[in-house]
């Protein structure tokens, strides 16, 4: 591994913290600290703030207003920025719909959404999974039938998070049914007020509305729409997949978390002593310590592949694999350093109606919550047993 931050790299890493440390607003980072989804207000905001500055799409090409880092560069920063505390940008515009748009879009379709998914002025939601089609998403159903200038959809999405909230959903659909079943997907880009849409929530097992079913009932779809050709959907989906395995990693996220585990492990008090000061706790944190720094030797030999111009191919999968499972470990000790007041279930729309101080500890509000959320790591962006399949495959042949 050849990885050496240069003078201009570190000059660089110095400008990211200083900037992160005057502009990150105190209750994004407060919330994000809790584990409490941002809010949206607050997250847009903050996302127009990186945008004017322009920082908010690291990964986009400069010609489409990204910032023209190299990989260092931008490894810098995603590492700077979440060891800064700050919550995830969302991801469904930057870091998914925008790079498939300005890949495989029109010249038409890169004007009319690029620039607004920069200013985060829409607000995108993925339909890819259906019920029966998670994990086998190339069986999915929801239909597509041309019909003059447009297509009429009909069918059903489910888990699409945030979609209460969205104007836009990117979508797989099926316009064939008589071939492979990858070959009959198309991808395509739905205004959320057009007639026909249905969005349910669902209630999920931190008792949040994070995610729902969407329903499609004759739903008249521009065919100017649809992402490159008609029946090549699959070539896009997968090529969005791969960005979003990258995200899920997060290792300075749980570098951040784990520092702050360790922070409540000094402050709560067990039996004469703090939680720090028990073998058995602190062995159990050494060992998801251990973890983290392996798994971040392999984020930086990956990094150090690609910049000598190697194409990876599983590696995303291995790093979703690992980063999921270290970050719902560090959560479930979390939740085991707080005692009982760890049982202590104050999920935010409780939190928000009452008019007193969390029960226990200031951060305990959220824990929980975000402690079951986290059990849901190893599900999205494709499971983790799937990703093991695709390791077997690409990897161990
Ligand atoms: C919090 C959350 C947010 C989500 N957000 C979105 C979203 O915004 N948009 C969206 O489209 N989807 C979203 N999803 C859906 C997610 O992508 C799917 O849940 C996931 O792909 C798994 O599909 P499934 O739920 O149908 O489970 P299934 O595919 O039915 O899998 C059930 C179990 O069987 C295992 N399994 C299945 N097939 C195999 C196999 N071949 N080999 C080994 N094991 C297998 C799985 O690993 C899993 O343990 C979200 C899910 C969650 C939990």
Not at 232 to 252: C, D, M, P, Q, S
Not at 370 to 395: F, M, S, W
């Amino acid at each position: 591994m050849d990885l050496q931050f240069s003078d201009k790299d570190l000059a660089f890493q110095e400008e990211v913290r200083s900037f992160l440390k005057e502009n990150l607003p105190a209750n994004l980072l407060d919330r994000s600290d809790r584990g409490l989804h941002p809010l949206k207000d607050e997250i847009v905001a903050w996302q127009k703030v990186l945008h004017e500055k322009g920082w908010v799409a690291p990964n986009w090409p400069v010609e489409h207003g990204g910032p023209g880092w190299s990989l260092t560069q931008k490894y810098i920063y995603n590492r700077e920025y979440f060891l800064s505390g700050a919550p995830q940008t969302i991801a469904f515009g930057l870091n998914m719909v925008g790079p498939v748009i300005y890949t495989f879009g029109t010249e038409e379709q890169k004007a009319d959404y690029l620039q607004d998914i920069l200013e985060s002025n829409v607000w995108w939601c993925q339909g890819y999974s259906e019920p029966g089609s998670g994990s086998d998403l190339a069986s999915l159903r929801t239909r597509a039938v041309r019909d003059g200038d447009d297509y009429i959809i009909n069918g059903q999405k489910i888990w699409t998070s945030w979609a209460q909230h969205a104007d836009m959903m990117f979508c797989l659909v099926r316009t064939d049914t008589e071939c492979k079943p990858q070959e009959g997907i198309s991808f395509i880009l739905i205004d959320m007020k057009t007639p026909g849409i249905e969005v349910r929530p669902i209630i999920g097992l931190d008792k949040e509305h994070s995610l729902n079913e969407v329903f499609f009932t004759d739903v008249r779809v521009p065919a100017r729409n649809l992402i490159g050709e008609e029946n090549r959907g699959w070539t896009y989906a997968k090529f969005l997949l791969g960005n979003e395995r990258h995200i899920i990693a997060r290792v300075a996220r749980s570098q951040y978390q784990l520092a702050r585990l360790k922070e409540i492990a000094r402050t709560e008090r067990r039996g004469a002593g703090y939680l720090i000061d028990d073998a058995d706790f602190r062995r159990r944190i050494a060992k998801v310590e251990v973890d983290l720094i392996a798994l971040e030797a392999m984020e930086l030999r990956y990094l150090s592949q690609e910049i000598a111009g190697r194409k990876l191919t599983a590696e995303p999968s291995v790093l979703k694999i690992n980063g999921a499972e270290i970050a719902q470990l560090i959560k479930t000790l979390t939740i085991e350093a707080l005692g009982s007041h760890g049982m202590a279930y104050e999920p935010d729309p409780v939190f928000q109606r009452r008019n007193d101080r969390p029960i226990g500890p200031d951060y305990l509000h959220g824990a929980m919550a975000d402690h079951l959320y986290q059990r849901a790591a190893t599900i999205y962006g494709g499971t983790n047993e799937i990703q093991r399949n695709i390791i077997a495959k690409l990897i161990l042949g």
